[in-house]
């Protein structure tokens, strides 16, 4: 049943070039349109949109709303579920409510859905399983294609939650009429080519392995990214600490100075996440003052920047896409660094402490 794998969670990361296929099967036409049968949404009836989930759901949708808000120019906003329902949130009519959820049942995004209902708006749903309470409730539902994810760690669904975003926002872009017809060719090429680039960085993980092994008996551990990295680099974290147990925080690579920078001492591990290239220089700098600290930086980014040598203790290199596609394989280093440092540990994996694959209590 794990194919082969010693665990869930490895054979869930390896799928992945497999379900990105599988949910961006029938999605794109062969004028390299995307189509989303049956959803008739019209951006027009909004003005504007709002990302609600959990955990790596949440984080796949800080990414959602970066993506949907670049192509579209609707405004986003993004919510814990556990925090939309108490806020009083201003949900109207005019609203459209994204609520992302792997196994559709979490107490909290659900009864974020319903409170959206009450206050008059239309609810999509981008969920993995199509049966779902979620889904049953929502007014749209999006599936995503990742199978059944066994591993407590999200991993597949993950980056089935990524592409069904970019596939979203090129939708929405598309049916507003503000999406240029060469610039929608070449994202939707790019999207086409993310499984193989995937496929690339998995046959390699010796690195990621030698340096799993260099962090597992640190007790901090810090990754750091601007923009898209950074949501990323929420996502490396939690992944890391769900499963080896080490402590780690995500920071905005701009807000280190304003008091994290504290905590960085002679060895402490960072991973950067430096994929942007128009952000490129400010997170070298950040890289810089780390260094200057004695930190020991792992660094994440496109192939292009083999420069990136000069400034860090190592580099994982990921192939070259559209700056908006990074998320989808700079998480696979991290997957994979989280993965091999809880085997080193001798931990539980597909089944972490204190933890249960499905939240539904509140
Ligand atoms: C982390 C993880 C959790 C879930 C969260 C939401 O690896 O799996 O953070 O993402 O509990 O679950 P769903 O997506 O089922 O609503």
Redesign the pocket.
Known sequence: EKGGFEHFMLKEIHEQPLTLRKTMLDRINKENDVVFEGLDLTPADFDKIYII?????YHAGLIGKNVIEKLTRIPVEVDIASEFRYRDPIVNDKSLVIV???????AD?LAALQESHRRGAKVLAITNVPSSTIARDADYVVPTMAGPEIA???TK?YTAQLITFYLLGIYLAQEKGTLDDLYRVSLVQALKELPMQVENILDDAYELKLFAQSIKNKKNLFFIGRGLDFAVALEGS??LK?ISYIHSEAYAAGELKHGSLALVEEGTPIIALITQQDLYEKTVSNIKEVKARGADVMGITLEVNVDLFNVVDEVCFIPKTNALFTPILSVVPLQLISYYTSLALGNDIDKPRNLAK??TVE
């Open positions: 989930g959990c955990g790596t759901a992302v959820s792997q196994s559709g049942e979490t995004t407590v760690a999200s669904a939690l992944k769900e499905s939240v």
